[in-house]
C-alpha cells in the first residue's frame, strides 16, 4: 500500500467526460488498496476566461480581488470530481485552499506556499475517503483567497505530496513525460524515463512549462518523487529524481525556451563608472526581474547598454528607465519579438565545447544571436521569436538528442 497524491491539469479535466475519466484512473489506485488525495486544475481555458474578465473589469485591479475570481475554476472541477467518485461508490470530498487550509504569504497572484495542515485529510484516507484538493489556490493573511502563480496546481500537489508524506506525486497531464524539448513544437522530441530537480528545475525556469518552476524547486527540497505522465494513455511516465539515480548522464538533457521575454537597448550611454548600478537599482527597487544583460565596448566614451525584461513588466521597465536615468544617454530602443532558447545539462559542469556546438548550429541555420548567458548547466541565447521552431529544431538535431 502506498499514499499517493495525483494531480490533473486543465486539459486532462476539460469536460465532463474528461472528469469522469479522472475517475477511473483515481478508482484504479484506490482499488490497488492506495491512500489516494487527487489535486485539480481548473478546465482547460477557464483560468483564462476568469483572468480577462479581470482585466474587462478594470486594466489595473487589485490582487486580492483577482484572486477572489481566479481561484474559482479550480472549485468548479474539485466539486465535480467529488461527484464523480461518489458515483463510482469511492468515499470522497472536495478540499478548498481555505479548509485545509494551505496557508500562504500574502503575496496575492503569485503567493507562496507556507504551510498546509495535513492532519484532517490523512485521517480521511486512513479511512479510505479521497480528498479533491482544488489546486492553486490558498488562503492569505486575513482570511483573503489567494492564487500560486499560473500553473501553480502543480506546486499544490508537491506540497500537498510533501505535507502528506506520500510515496509519490503523480502529475498527470497532455504529454506522457518530460521530453528533450516541448513535444509540439519539435516532433523528434524524445521522452525521457529520468530527469535530475536540477535539470528540471532550470528547464522550468527557461520557460519548460510542462512543471511550474516552484513544484520542482518544493520537490527537490522535500525529496518528493515526481512522475509525469499522461492522463489519456498508460505510457510509463518520467521520474524527477536525484543525480544518483541516473545511470546513464547525458551531456544535455533537454532544450528549453521563453516567449516571455523582451529586450531594452540604451544606446549611446556615457560610458563611466557605476552606469550599471544607475540602470538596474531603479529596476530592482521596482521588483522588475532583469535577466540577461549584456554591454558593449566603448569607442566614442559612450556604450550601448541591453537588457531583457518580462514581456508584460516592459512598459513599466521603461518607464522606471526614463524617469530615473541619472546618466545621460542618446536614446531607447525596445523588441517583444525576441525569444530565449536554452541548453540544459547537469554534464556542461565537466564538458567544454557545449556553448560552440550551439552557436555553431545557430549560425548554420544563419540565426543571429542577440545576447548570450550562461551558468554551470545551461547556456542561454536571445533570438529573434520568428526563429524558435528552426532553432529548436537545429539544436535537437546538433546534440544529437532526435529520436530514432
Ligand atoms: P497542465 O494543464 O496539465 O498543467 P501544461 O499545459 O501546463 O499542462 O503543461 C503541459 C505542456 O507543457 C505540454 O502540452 C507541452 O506542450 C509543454 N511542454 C513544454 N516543454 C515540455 C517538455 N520539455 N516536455 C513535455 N512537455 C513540455
Ligand atoms: N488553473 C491555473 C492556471 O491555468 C493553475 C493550473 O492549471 O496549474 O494557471
Ligand atoms: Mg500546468
Redesign the pocket.
Known amino acids: 500500500m502506498a499514499r499517493i497524491v495525483m494531480k490533473f491539469?486543465?486539459t486532462s479535466v476539460g469536460d465532463i467526460a474528461r472528469i469522469k475519466n479522472v475517475a477511473l484512473r483515481v478508482k484504479a489506485e484506490v482499488d490497488r488498496g492506495n491512500q489516494v488525495a487527487v489535486v485539480v486544475?481548473?478546465m482547460s481555458g477557464?483560468?483564462?476566461q476568469l483572468v480577462a474578465y479581470c482585466t474587462e473589469m478594470a486594466t489595473l485591479h487589485d490582487a486580492r480581488e483577482y484572486d477572489a475570481v481566479v481561484a474559482t475554476?479550480?472549485q468548479v472541477t474539485s466539486g465535480l470530481l467529488a461527484i464523480g467518485l461518489q458515483e463510482l461508490g469511492i468515499q470522497a470530498r472536495s478540499w478548498a485552499g481555505w479548509q485545509i487550509p494551505i496557508i500562504s504569504d500574502d503575496a496575492h497572484g503569485k503567493a507562496r506556499i507556507e504551510d498546509i495542515k495535513g492532519d484532517e485529510i490523512i485521517k480521511g484516507m486512513e479511512q479510505g475517503h479521497v480528498a479533491v484538493v482544488a489546486?492553486?489556490q490558498g488562503v492569505a493573511p486575513g482570511n483573503r483567497v489567494s492564487t500560486l502563480g499560473?500553473?501553480?496546481?502543480?506546486t499544490t500537489a508537491v506540497a500537498l505530496a510533501a505535507a502528506l508524506k506520500a510515496d509519490r506525486c503523480d502529475i498527470y497531464t497532455d504529454v506522457d513525460g518530460v521530453y528533450t524539448t516541448d513535444p509540439r513544437i519539435v516532433k523528434a522530441a524524445k521522452k525521457l524515463d529520468k530527469i535530475t530537480y536540477e535539470e528540471m528545475l532550470e528547464s522550468a525556469s527557461l520557460g519548460a512549462k510542462v512543471l511550474?518552476t516552484r513544484s520542482v524547486e518544493m520537490a527537490m527540497k522535500h525529496h518528493v518523487r515526481v512522475q509525469v505522465l499522461s492522463s489519456f494513455s498508460d505510457a510509463p511516465g518520467t521520474l524527477v529524481c536525484d543525480e544518483d539515480e541516473i545511470v546513464e548522464k547525458a551531456l544535455v538533457s533537454g532544450i528549453a525556451y521563453s516567449r516571455d521575454e523582451a529586450k531594452v537597448t540604451l544606446i549611446g550611454v556615457q560610458d563611466q563608472p557605476g552606469i550599471a548600478a544607475a540602470i538596474f537599482g531603479p529596476l530592482a527597487d521596482a521588483n522588475i526581474n532583469v535577466d540577461m544583460i549584456v554591454q558593449n565596448t566603448s569607442h566614442d566614451g559612450t556604450t550601448d547598454m541591453t537588457f531583457t525584461t518580462p514581456r508584460a513588466d516592459l512598459e513599466r521597465a521603461l518607464k522606471v528607465v526614463k524617469d530615473n536615468m541619472k546618466v545621460p544617454y542618446k536614446s531607447i530602443d525596445t523588441d517583444k519579438g525576441v525569444v530565449k532558447v536554452s541548453v540544459i545539462g547537469v554534464g556542461m559542469r565537466s564538458h567544454a565545447g557545449v556553448a560552440q556546438t550551439m552557436f555553431k548550429a545557430l549560425a548554420e541555420k544563419k540565426i543571429n544571436i542577440h545576447i548570450i548567458s550562461t551558468s554551470e548547466i545551461k547556456v542561454s541565447v536571445l533570438i529573434s521569436e520568428e526563429y524558435t521552431e528552426l532553432a529548436l529544431r537545429a539544436l535537437h538535431t546538433a546534440y544529437g538528442l532526435d529520436a530514432a
Open positions: 491539469g486543465g486544475s481548473a477557464v483560468t483564462n475554476g479550480e489546486g492553486f499560473r500553473g501553480g496546481s502543480d511550474q
